[in-house]
Each structure stands twice: as structure tokens, then as C-alpha cells.
């Protein structure tokens, strides 16, 4: 089947990266027309403004895109185009499978776990105001109908993919009315999924326990900020941002994107590795029902790590974007 999909290659390395993966794919025989984004004035938008964006507009039509990173400002500047693309579409589900790739060293092997973030609201609501000069305050928005429609896609998930267990953390100990209302949500959804056990626990203990043993959770549900922030703590443990992947879920609409930045130290050297944007593709090819195509990209990605003599930098190794392309695209030649 033919697809057409939004690609908006990004900055720094977005473009070096993106260029490696649309190779990769059309090597595994799926058909992909690109609209690519790549002008930063087709999303160089805030608010209403992006909503209305030429980016947003083909990502609604074509239902899918695979983004690059993009850089925003620290503690200045714009909203973030990132959270402002999530919120134009709706993408409340923040998916990021955290799994071993065999080759690269990590602190634990192994691990298999996936994450479900809420992406719509919390402290990402960006309802920030100074109250009086030298006090700001940022309101922490958490609402029963996100809540539930969280918990729904996480057990809905778990029930597609076989897994057997969520833990739902919180702060409910302190943060009562809010992370209660997101406890209260999840545990009627749980009611209805027997099948699946449900496990609650606080924040703190978790980042604890994910350290400690990370072999004992299966999947994680959490509000915005704890799971922006938890599954970056999780990817570390099997490697780092680099060989993990994520997806922006929402109704009939999905953005898949590599977790790590534009890396400006080494854009434009040619040597950016493409591992988490082609990670992020194979977990669209899914997505797609392109089943057998993303099964081939992986096991072709997981013989060049195995054998490990073509790796980048980042991993230990010292060929450029460019040769690992090659040398995932070979392997994948003997298996399409
Ligand atoms: P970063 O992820 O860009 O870089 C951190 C380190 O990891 C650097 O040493 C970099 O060279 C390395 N690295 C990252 N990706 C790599 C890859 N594919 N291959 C090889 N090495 C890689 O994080 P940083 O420096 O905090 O952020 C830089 C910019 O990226 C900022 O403007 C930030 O806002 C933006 N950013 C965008 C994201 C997105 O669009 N989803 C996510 C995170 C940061």
C-alpha cells in the first residue's frame, strides 16, 4: 500500500538523520510519498497560529508524520513548536517503548518496558504568570476526561501488545486533588481490565525502584512532567536517548519522533546517529500495518549493532551516518 506522510527532518542533525531513514525504508520496498516540512517558516508558528500552520495542516491529511528534533529556547522565547504540535493535534498519548539493543553497553540488559505519558496537559498546560514582581506561578491542569482517556490507551495497549502490568505513578500523597483525580481515573478504568494487574506507586519510589531493578515494571502510566521526565531516566538505563524511540499518539492522528535534540556539536559533520529516528520510523511502520517492513528494518538494525563493526561514535564506534545507512540497509538487502 502506498502512504503519504508529513516529514519534518528538523534542525542540527534532524535533516542528516532524516535522510538515512527515508533511505532505509524505501530499501525495506514500502512506498512512501514525503511531504516534507523543511523550511522552518512552515512551522515557525505559535498558538492559534500553528494550528493553522501548513505543517499542521498536511500532518491532519496525511494523518501521520516522522519528525526530526527542533531546537527551542532555555528559560526565554517562544513556546516550545514540540508541545505546541501536540497540542494542535490533540496527541495525548506519549508512547516510548525503553528496550535493550544488543551491542550497545548499558547499565542494565535485558529491560523491556514501555512508557505512557499523558500529553496534553499538566504542567505543560503553559499557564504560567508572574503574580507580583519576583513570584511566579504555573498552574498543574489535570482533568478526569484526560485522565480516563490516558488510562483507556494505556490498558487498551497493554492488551494489544501482551503486556501483564501497569504501575500508575503519582504524588498523590502531597498533591491530592490533582494527581488524586489522575489516581481516582485510572483505578475505574483498571476495574475494567482484570486481565491486566494494576500496580500504584509514588513518584520518588519509582525513580528509586527503575534504578534499583528496572526488570519489574512492564508498563508505566504518568502525568506529563513525571513521564517526560522518567522516560528519559528509563532510556538511560539501556543506553540513552539515542536507540530509543517514541510515538505522539492521537484519534486517527500520529507523530513519531527521535527523543533526542538538534546535537548542534556535531551537526553537519556526518556522523549523527540515525538509530532513534529509524527506531521511531520502524514503531510508524507498525503504526501503518506495514508489519512485515518494519519487522525486516529491525532485524537488519539489531545485525549491524550485533556485529557492531559499523557503528557511530555515540555507540563506540567510528563510521559516519553515511556507512551505518549502508551497513543497516545491506543487512536489510538479505532479508526483503
Ligand atoms: P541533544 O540531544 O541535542 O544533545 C545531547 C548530546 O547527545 C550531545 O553531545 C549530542 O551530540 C548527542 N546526540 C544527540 N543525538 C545524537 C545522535 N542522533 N547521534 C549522535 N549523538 C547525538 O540535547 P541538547 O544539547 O540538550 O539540546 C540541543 C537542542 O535540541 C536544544 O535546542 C533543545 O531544545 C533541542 N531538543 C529538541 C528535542 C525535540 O525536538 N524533540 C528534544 C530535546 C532537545
Known amino acids: 500500500m502506498k502512504h503519504t506522510i508529513t516529514l519534518i527532518p528538523g534542525d542540527g542533525i534532524g535533516p542528516e538523520v532524516a535522510v538515512a531513514v527515508k533511505k532505509i525504508i524505501a530499501a525495506a520496498g514500502v512506498e512512501i510519498t514525503w511531504e516534507e516540512m523543511s523550511a522552518r517558516g512552515d512551522i515557525d508558528r505559535r498558538g492559534d497560529e500553528l494550528a493553522q500552520s501548513a505543517v499542521v495542516a498536511s500532518i491532519r491529511k496525511n494523518g501521520v508524520a516522522l519528525k526530526g528534533p527542533l531546537a527551542t529556547a532555555v528559560a526565554m522565547g517562544p513556546p516550545s513548536i514540540n508541545v505546541g504540535l501536540r497540542k494542535a493535534l490533540d496527541l495525548y498519548a506519549n508512547v516510548r517503548p525503553v528496550k535493550n539493543l544488543k551491542g550497545v553497553s548499558s547499565r542494565y540488559y535485558d529491560v523491556d518496558m514501555v512508557l505512557i505519558r499523558e500529553n496534553t496537559e499538566d504542567l505543560y ?88 531493578n528496572p526488570h519489574q515494571f512492564d508498563m508505566l502510566l504518568l502525568t506529563n ?100 545507512t549502508d551497513a543497516v540497509m545491506g543487512a536489510l538487502a538479505a532479508k526483503v
Not at 299 to 324: I, M, N, P
Open 125 to 212: 498546560a503553559g499557564l504560567e504568570h508572574e503574580v507580583v514582581p519576583g513570584v511566579v506561578e504555573s498552574l498543574k491542569i489535570i482533568t478526569e476526561r484526560a485522565s480516563t482517556r490516558i488510562a483507556r490507551f494505556a490498558f487498551e495497549y497493554a492488551r494489544k501488545w501482551n503486556r501483564k502490568k501497569i504501575h500508575g505513578i503519582h504524588k498523590a500523597n502531597i498533591m491530592k486533588m490533582s494527581d488524586g483525580l489522575f489516581l481516582t481515573s485510572i483505578r475505574k478504568v483498571a476495574a475494567q481490565y482484570p486481565d491486566i494487574e494494576y500496580i500504584e506507586m509514588i513518584i520518588d519510589n519509582a525513580c528509586m525502584q527503575m534504578v534499583l
Open 225 to 324: 512532567l513525571y513521564g517526560d521526565i522518567m522516560s528519559d531516566l528509563a532510556a538511560g538505563l539501556v543506553g540513552g536517548l539515542g536507540v530509543v524511540p517514541s510515538g505522539n499518539i492521537g484519534e486517527n492522528v500520529a507523530i513519531f519522533e527521535a527523543v533526542h535534540g538538534t546535537a548542534p556539536d556535531i551537526a553537519g559533520k556526518g556522523i549523527a546517529n540515525p538509530t532513534a529516528l529509524l527506531m521511531s520510523a520502524i514503531m510508524m511502520l507498525e503504526y501503518l500495518d506495514e508489519v512485515a517492513a518494519s519487522q525486516q528494518i529491525e532485524a537488519a538494525l539489531h545485525q549491524v549493532y550485533r556485529e557492531g563493526k559499523s557503528l557511530t561514535r555515540d555507540v563506540g564506534g567510528a563510521a559516519t551516518t553515511a556507512e551505518f
